[in-house]
């Protein structure tokens, strides 16, 4: 007996775990299989009860239902409960799926019609960022509103669960959640009590509104005791009615709660909070967190303007000014690579295809949405895709064959995103996704528009952008465009890593070059180099490859005597081709991270470095370049070692992790540790770059000068610098200061680091400053790590320590 | 990649499916072995106690250690291991559940019989509701269970292995005898859908 198509695929996305329209499938079920189909929604139900790892300890249920059923909603389980109503957890029996009601008890009945009549215009309200009303209705003395049912937690539970939120992520969830209350609004509609207890973060990383002030009234007709008197603002407290301008306030003072665990207006009591208003007694966001981008201080503090006609005017302002403060940083740092890019192109004369794509990108990473990096992470449940064929509206020669090539290119990038199942063209499964556009060919140039649908609802649409070429080589618009659309298509489903195909023989070479680059040493450095520059050039949209080269200069220009210009510019330009080519790609965040460290912009690198790490967590170099390249320099020693402790148990036998982790060791006085795992590594690779060396550090720092001058003079990679260091420690200051004076003349520089170290082991202040200044000048971020070496400790408790560390925009602890 | 593979490979080793291994686990296991008895206890434990936290009531999750259940099934099991005959993997699932299910049975009539102990909380007032129950009510969890119990033994084994116990197709596969992973869950569906169909005619 052959079994029935439409069973066997649901009984397949059953077991599998994929989500179902149920309703939509069994609407279209003949009579017979109707009773089946709802058999297994009910199975697909049991089936991910048995799925969730500990659904007891997650969701205390309580068992004090009032009843079993409310019409047509059998009560689960009681999730929460309000001054004016409580939550249920509810199983709708007509559409078999899972609810969330909300209970009101016996109102007065021309509020009742009125909170009914408010649910209705609420269930019109369609954003992504607010919860799906359902129905409202009274049964009995009973008035209910139901609504999508949420797993997550609530803003307030994240913040008690001691989960910080960096001021990044307090921008996106605003930015989120003030077009969310911008749609309340322009429905017609007023929240009435936005706070962070009415906010949930859904396990797959939407920010939602939820809980509307519906039924305020009836709990308390004084307006100011029925919303939460924290998040009130003071025209509410004088008895004036809610507005949308008491919503802005509210979300200004969710924002500012989030930021600093406070709230700008405080007391003990309702009494309290008001005459605090009264008094003006209030505490500005800039003197709670001084440490906050100016910007966001500002954009904050309209909202929470304690006179409405002062306060930002609307939710959809708001949204717009967090939108500026958000792209402002990164954009202003990449006009500035940018422009660098270019001169530098101009200057290399490099070949006309390249330049255009480097201009292109930017423009196009600065359009493109940002999400807040914990939001990035693709969901577990894999989403179908259908790329409709591109419709050709253009009337030039061979542009059919040029739509039909897109769609195949599309259709191919797509197919190597981890989390995407592209479905054959001409199937009829119903899809997550479907991808169609429009292609206008001229003879000049050739613009694409591109959009995305969801007939199961599991994405939001996405309302499409344009994408346009001016070269005129056929085979090259095709992937370009595809890689930019696909690009678009995954910041829009916020993530997904891609696969990549490419000939085995230069997969051979950059797996050869990716083991030499985690050496970090510099005359392999080049090596790399070059063999990361033959793979770009046979796979130009291999961007693990530009990844690689990026970080590979990156070694260069950390270890090399002399900060090389062209080996910065060099290292940008790769970073931003990896990072246009495939900005989910994790190596393409931590190349982007490396460059904005050597550029001083560390809050920048940090962001970089963590969305990397977020995305993948495997790559160890990725963990011991942010140790090398972002924390090492900012001193943060107890970070660095958190992470390497994470990366040697992802890869308990790599030589890099283990040699890294001796260096922050000996940079924190382990010596004992740094020489046991510097010696580990050497017995597994008696050259491996820097291990020896590190031995000898940690001898010399723990006094043992004989046993370390032995080590630093067989171990002449690194420059006399450090027997220098050892005859300074022991009494050889002659023999010291010639080191030091000859330095000049070392071949190829370090002078100035060479002298730093030994003037620090003369305890020489003044000249050890100089050097500093120097080596500032030469290679600062090289200065910034430096100065922090315990060879070096002369200078900590100087005022002029702090001035270079200013100077090098690093924060300073207090 | 290369930690997915990790944790693939760690969560084939925690779901016991090795079939050949544990098949001669249980046979040293049967010689008094008590190495491989522990390995055995191992293999189990886990994925059963997940199950069973859907199954157990909230009064008896607080006062019965979910723990001491599980375990309490797995001594019972395989103290008696030499007459049990192993087929694999999976038929040891679908056998150890039931032993969990009876000993959660005999635990709740243990409570009825003296209602003092029941519910320190002292909102008890039924014999208690698992989370499976309490989400889609307890006669629906009963006519799954009658209608899995109609289902061939294989069928009953995919179910409990698939949706319950939620071991992947590779391990299903192996457990089961299955050639691929893919004709495993050609199986699994037939299973699933039959169940659908058990689970209709009873309701209707």
């Known amino acids: 007996m052959a079994p029935d198509p439409v069973l066997d695929e649901l009984a397949g996305a059953v077991l599998d775990g994929d989500p179902v329209n149920w309703a939509a499938v069994e609407s279209k079920a003949d009579a017979t299989a109707t009773d089946v189909v709802k058999q297994l929604a009910v199975l697909s139900l049991v089936a991910a009860l048995h799925r969730e790892k500990q659904p007891a300890a997650v969701r205390k249920p309580e068992r004090e239902l009032p009843d079993e059923t409310w019409g047509h909603l059998r009560l689960l389980e009681r999730i929460g409960r309000g001054a004016f109503g409580e939550v249920y957890r509810a199983w709708d029996t007509r559409l078999d799926r899972e609810v969330a009601l909300k209970l009101l008890p016996a109102p007065a009945t021309s509020s009742a019609s009125s909170i009914i009549e408010e649910g209705r215009l609420l269930a019109r309200v369609k954003h992504p960022g607010v919860v799906t009303i359902h129905g409202a209705e009274q049964i009995a003395d009973r008035v209910g509103l139901w609504m999508e049912y949420i797993r997550g937690q609530t803003l307030e539970e994240l913040l008690e669960d001691g989960d910080a939120f960096t001021p990044g992520d307090v921008i996106q969830i605003g930015l989120e959640l003030s077009r969310a209350v911008g749609a309340v609004h322009a429905a017609g509609l007023i929240h009435r009590d936005i706070k962070a207890q009415n906010v949930i973060r859904s396990d797959d990383g939407r920010v939602m509104l939820m809980d509307f002030g519906t039924g305020l009234e009836i709990a308390a007709p004084a307006s100011a005791s029925a919303g939460t008197p924290l998040y009130l603002a003071p025209e509410l407290f004088a008895g004036q009615p809610a507005t949308v301008r008491g919503d802005v306030y509210s979300l200004g003072v969710l924002l500012y709660h989030l930021l600093t665990g406070t709230y700008p207006v405080t007391g003990k009591s309702l009494h309290d909070v008001r005459r605090a208003h009264e008094r003006g007694e209030r505490t500005s966001l800039g003197d709670a967190r001084r440490d906050l981008p100016r910007r966001l201080i500002h954009a904050i503090e309209h909202a929470i303007d304690p006179r409405p006609d002062r306060r930002c005017q609307s939710a959809t302002a708001l949204a717009a000014a967090l939108d500026s403060v958000q792209r402002t940083s990164r954009r202003r740092w990449m006009a500035g690579v940018a422009a660098a890019a270019v001169v530098f192109t101009l200057w290399m004369s490099q070949p006309s295809p390249n330049d255009s794509r480097a201009n292109r990108s930017l423009a196009d990473i600065a359009r493109a949405p940002a999400v807040s990096w914990w939001a990035r992470l693709w969901p577990v449940k894999p989403r179908t895709v259908a790329v409709l064929p591109f419709r050709n509206l253009g009337a030039v020669a061979g542009s059919d064959w040029m739509a039909e090539g897109l769609t195949y290119e599309v259709r191919n990038i797509l197919a190597s995103v981890e989390g995407l199942n592209v479905l054959p063209a001409g199937s009829d499964v119903p899809t997550d996704v479907v991808i169609e556009g429009e292609l206008f060919a001229s003879e000049e140039r050739v613009k694409v528009n591109a959009r995305m649908t969801s007939p199961t609802g599991a994405v939001d649409p996405w309302k499409g952008a344009t994408f346009e070429s001016r070269n005129n080589a056929v085979l090259d618009i095709q992937s370009e465009l595809a890689i930019d659309i696909v690009n678009s298509l995954r910041l829009k489903l916020g993530g997904g890593q891609r696969h990549y195909e490419i000939a085995p023989v230069l997969y051979m070479k950059f797996l050869r070059a990716r083991g030499l680059a985690a050496k970090h040493e510099r005359t392999i450095a080049a090596e790399v180099v070059g063999l990361f520059d033959e793979i770009t050039v046979e796979a130009r949209s291999y961007a693990p490859a530009w990844a690689g080269l990026a970080s590979a200069l990156g070694s260069i220009i950390r270890l090399a005597p002399d900060s090389m210009a062209d080996a910065l510019q060099r290292m940008k330009l790769a970073a931003l081709e990896a990072y246009r080519l495939d900005p989910l790609l994790a190596e393409a965040s931590a190349a982007m991270g490396v460059v904005q460290a050597h550029d001083l912009e560390w809050a920048l690198s940090e962001e970089s470095f963590k969305e990397a790490l977020s995305r993948n967590r495997s790559l160890t170099w990725i963990h011991t370049d942010a140790v090398l390249h972002l924390l090492a320099p900012l001193g943060r020693f107890d970070e660095a070692l958190q992470l390497l402790e994470v990366a040697r148990e992802a890869e308990p036998a790599s030589l890099d992790v283990r040699r890294t982790l001796a260096s922050i060791q000996v940079e924190v006085g382990l010596y004992e540790e740094a020489i046991q795992n510097a010696k580990w590594v050497l017995a597994r690779d008696p050259s491996y770059p820097f291990a020896a060396n590190r031995v000898g550090r940690a001898l010399a720092l723990s006094g043992r000068m004989d046993e370390a001058l032995r080590v630093f003079e067989e171990d002449d990679s690194v420059g006399p610098g450090y027997v220098g260091y050892v005859y300074a420690r022991t009494g050889r200051r002659d023999e010291a200061e010639a080191i030091a004076r000859d330095a000049a003349r070392i071949p190829g520089g370090f002078a100035a680091a060479t002298q730093l170290l030994i003037y620090g082991g003369l305890d020489d202040k003044d000249r050890a400053f100089e050097a500093l200044d120097r080596l500032v000048e030469r290679n600062a971020w090289r200065a910034a790590t430096w100065m922090l070496r315990p060879e070096v400790a002369v200078i900590r408790d100087d005022p002029r320590f702090d001035a270079i560390r200013r100077r090098l925009k690093i924060p300073i602890p207090k | ?204």
Do not use: C
């Not at chain 2, 593979?5 to 079939?19: Q, T």
């Not at chain 2, 192993?86 to 679908?94: C, D, I, N, S, Y």
């Open chain 2, 1 to 204: 990649m290369s930690d997915e593979r990790e944790s693939a490979a760690e969560r084939r080793d925690d779901r016991a499916v090795n079939p050949a291994s544990t098949v001669e686990l249980v046979d040293r296991a049967r010689k008094g072995d008590q190495a491989a008895l522990d390995r055995l206890f191992d293999r189990y434990a886990a994925p059963l106690r997940r199950w069973a936290t859907g199954r157990l009531p909230r009064w008896a999750r607080d006062l019965t250690d979910t723990d001491d259940l599980v375990q309490e099934a797995l001594l019972q099991t395989f103290r008696k291991i030499d007459q049990f005959e192993v087929r694999g993997a999976g038929a040891l699932f679908g056998y150890l559940r039931q032993v969990v299910l009876n000993r959660i049975r005999d635990e709740l009539r243990r409570k009825e019989r003296r209602p003092d102990a029941v519910g320190l909380d002292g909102s008890e007032k039924d014999g208690g509701v698992s989370p499976l129950e309490h989400a889609i009510g307890r006669e629906v969890t009963e006519r799954y269970e009658r209608a899995l119990a109609r289902l061939s033994p294989q069928q009953q084994e995919l179910i409990i292995a698939r949706v319950e116990m939620g071991l992947d197709y590779d391990e299903l596969a192996e457990s089961l005898g299955r050639p691929s992973a893919e004709a495993a869950r050609k199986a699994a569906k037939r299973a699933l859908v039959r169940l659908a169909e058990e689970m209709a005619r009873d309701g209707a």
